[in-house]
């Protein structure tokens, strides 16, 4: 489990990520220099501030609904445009922080690196004059610090110079008192998403701590000469949310303790921390003479087409997803994974993109794997991300519908932002908000804690329905309760009324209906198990019953709005109208087999259209997708091009240019993350009321095993194979279970009290039972 290379990073896509879930840096290292590129996930342009609207709320509201309701879609956006598109305001973007940089005096050759996941340790060595010279480093959680360890193979044999430099013209560097380190300060400001004068303040603090030499500091640089080995300790911190905290004075106070515990001591609880969350899960897919190559020869390869020859490659990947998440959403993490996880490129800032929360797939995605990967624990951001997002929402229910409840759209920020975007044709998804808050529900399915449930998750998602009661209409023709005017995420249509015109606002689109039944559903379960809100629930099931059913078009594919539109775009790279399928459970193929088949009609016509967009967020619902189908060879056959075509050397996945307005290659981690979630539902399936072992398991991956990965109903499963034939499996209840394992056609039922194990051999025999303390 290590990303490997024989070759320098000399590019921010050849380098290599770490963090601890507010610290990140992406390192570039060769054979005479190295790059920090430093991020901190609250450094955001921007401010809180409330957005005007132009709406005067439920009348405006029925004024557009009328037009859209007659089929007048051109007045009907000409009045979305006047009353439901606000101005920009300051929404500001995640910035990078700083680059890092370091020269070293004799330069080598023949470098190594690698990044190691079972340690998540970066390492670079390199000749030198017969010397082998070694760099390590971490981003540790335990000390909140970011630490390198540099020797050179020989006494006196380090001289090197390091310096800082930020990325705002507000960035300053100079000299600790103490003589030993850099200080540093900046201000997140930019034009592009701001006013260019508003943002979080950093400080930050680079100590260098030597065995033997000299430093000095010149003109903002540390200078070291002739040392044997220096240990580099980075820490900032920032006044986001920080009120009467003496959050400047913490750099310094990290960076001293980090020095005292000395590098020994910080690897050690780095790797203790780390291991107690990624050791939960291992993964085998077989082996080949490849794992042995540079990673960057075996993505070559797998774009030869060589996929079933490295399966393990897709264990790295799924692997590597896994790292990426601790690295970047751990439990005291402020603020959850953007655009760009907790890293940046620059490339989102500096054009119409903001490295932000988009909400119509990316933020999700993000953390699609979570649950089944057995890293619950990084949820805690963004759940406390989705209580804060629905208190700001409730502004924007009022000021833009009159409506109760709370709302948010497509995308939000660091403060606050629920507002609709300032273009309506993909600004204004009236169920961006709902869509992030469907984790809340994934969060209590998977580890059933009533708790949780009562003082958290209800409470957010009651808010949630009740935006929408109040909020929803009924259509005059069908008499269905349906949501509106708002846009199936980014994508346009041919109205029957105007065939050579596209549109984006409609009332009612396939994935509003999707969200909003699955929300109701749970939360009149919710109440009627916390026995709370009568009244309520039978509002919910009354809505419930006026909700619209899911259609097959006349080319039989599933509907993505209410009328069956002419596709302006078949190449779209948006599936939203999929969610019921993944990562919903509204379509299965045993249970839906209708609407299993007209979704699969759709994927094909997605994935064989001339001018897909293929994008990293798209092959990985194309893979998920697949999946959920149990078709595990079309599964793979997309992870291989998500993999294969839109990965960097780093194995970080990209968007492609002149796509959605993207300029040039840009780092977007959802791709990591979806891709890693569609291996899961390769592996594993419990969605659909059972706990299915491999349903999606490709003909490449014919041998393997799992262990850790969880299950709805707080379970945890391994699982042996060969021949794509199970052979062994074991589940482990966590909270009492009463539930079906199945494989293939097999079922068995399994009831377990908490605590207990029982194992079973290919057929599904039990093998053995107990209890664990």
């Known amino acids: 489990m290590k990303l490997i290379y024989d070759s320098p990073a000399r590019r921010w896509t050849q380098g290599l990520p770490i963090g601890n879930g507010s610290l990140g840096a992406v390192v570039q290292a060769d054979e005479g220099a190295e790059i920090w590129s430093v991020t901190e996930t609250t450094y955001w342009s921007g401010k809180s501030e409330r957005t005007p609207s132009r709406s005067g709320g439920k009348r405006d509201l029925e004024r557009m609904r009328e037009r859209f309701f007659a089929d007048d879609y051109e007045e009907g956006e000409r009045l979305v445009s006047e009353l439901l598109q606000p101005d920009k305001g300051n929404f500001g973007t995640n910035m990078p922080l700083c680059e890092v940089r370091l020269r070293f005096e004799r330069a080598g050759e023949r470098i190594s690196r690698e990044l190691d ?67 540093f300060a900046g201000k997140a400001t930019e034009n592009m998403h701001s006013d260019g004068q508003c943002g979080v303040e950093a400080r930050g603090r680079v100590g260098l701590r030597l065995t033997g030499g000299t430093l000095r500091i010149e003109t903002g640089r540390l200078i070291v000469r002739d040392a044997d080995e220096a240990l580099v300790i980075l820490a900032v911190s920032t006044d986001y949310g920080r009120s009467g905290v003496d959050w400047a004075n913490e750099p310094a106070q990290r960076v001293a303790k980090a020095a005292k515990l000395g590098f020994d001591g910080l690897r050690e609880a780095h790797v203790s921390d780390y291991r107690r969350l990624y050791g939960r899960v291992s993964l085998q897919l077989g082996s080949s003479d490849r794992e042995l190559l540079p990673l960057d020869r075996r993505l070559a390869l797998l774009r030869e087409g060589g996929a079933s020859e490295d399966p393990q490659l897709f264990a790295l990947f799924y692997q590597y997803g896994r790292y990426l998440t601790i690295a970047g959403s751990r439990e005291d993490s402020r603020l959850p994974m953007h655009l760009q996880g907790i890293w940046n490129d620059g490339e989102a800032n500096r054009m119409a993109w903001s490295c932000d929360y988009h909400l119509d797939v990316n933020t999700e995605m993000n953390y699609y794997p979570i649950e089944t990967a057995n890293l619950a624990e990084s949820h805690e951001p963004l759940l406390a991300f989705l209580e804060r997002l629905a208190e700001a929402g409730k502004a924007a229910a009022k000021d833009f519908y009159g409506c109760d409840g709370w709302v948010a759209h497509v995308f939000t920020n660091a403060w606050g932002f629920a507002a609709p975007g300032w273009h309506y044709s993909w600004g204004l998804n009236a169920t961006g908000g709902l869509w992030l808050a469907m984790q809340l529900i994934e969060r209590y399915e998977f580890g059933l804690d009533d708790a949780y449930l009562r003082d958290r998750a209800y409470p957010v998602l009651k808010g949630a329905a009740e935006f929408y009661l109040d909020y929803m209409t009924v259509h005059p023709k069908n008499g269905y309760l349906v949501t509106g005017p708002s846009n199936s995420p980014e994508n346009s249509f041919y109205p029957a009324s105007e065939p050579e015109q596209s549109r984006t606002m409609s009332m009612g689109s396939t994935m509003d209906t999707m969200l909003v039944r699955r929300l109701f559903d749970f939360c009149a379960e919710a109440a009627e198990k916390l026995d709370e809100d009568a009244e309520l629930r039978e509002r919910l099931r009354v809505a419930l019953d006026k909700l619209p059913p899911l259609a097959v078009g006349r080319l039989g594919q599933l509907q993505e709005w209410l009328e069956d539109y002419g596709e302006a775009q078949p190449d779209h790279r948006h599936l939203s109208h999929l969610y019921g399928l993944y990562p919903g459970h509204e379509i299965t193929p045993d249970g839906t087999p209708e609407l299993a088949a007209a979704v699969r009609k759709t994927l094909d016509n997605r994935q064989r259209a001339s001018g897909l967009e293929d994008v990293e967020f798209t092959l990985a619902l194309f893979a998920a997708g697949r999946a959920r189908l149990m078709d595990g060879d079309e599964a793979c056959k997309q992870l291989a091009y998500l993999v294969g075509e839109l990965c960097f050397d780093n194995l970080l996945t990209f968007s492609k240019p002149g796509i959605a307005g993207a300029e040039t290659y840009i780092f977007v981690a959802d791709g990591n993350f979806g891709g890693t979630a569609a291996i899961g539902e390769m592996l594993l399936q419990s969605h659909a009321g059972d706990i299915h072992l491999l349903p999606a398991i490709p003909y490449s991956w014919s041998a393997g095993s799992f262990s850790g990965l969880r299950a709805r109903g707080n379970v945890e499963v391994s699982a042996a194979w060969e021949n794509g034939r199970l052979t062994e499996a074991t589940v482990y209840a966590k909270s009492p279970i009463k539930t079906r394992l199945r494989f293939g056609n097999r079922t068995v039922q399994v009831e377990l009290a908490a605590g207990e194990w029982r194992s079973f051999d290919g057929q599904l025999l039990c093998t053995g039972s107990g209890e664990r303390r």
Do not use: K
């Open 117 to 183: 996941l079972e340690e998540a340790i970066v390492r670079a060595s390199y000749d030198a004059d017969g010397r082998l010279c070694e760099r390590e480093m971490f981003a540790s959680h335990p000390d909140g610090v970011i630490v390198s360890r540099i020797r050179a193979g020989q006494s006196g044999g380090l001289s090197f110079e390091l310096d800082i430099v930020g990325s705002t013209e507000t960035f300053s560097v100079s000299a600790a008192d103490s003589g030993d380190a850099l200080v």
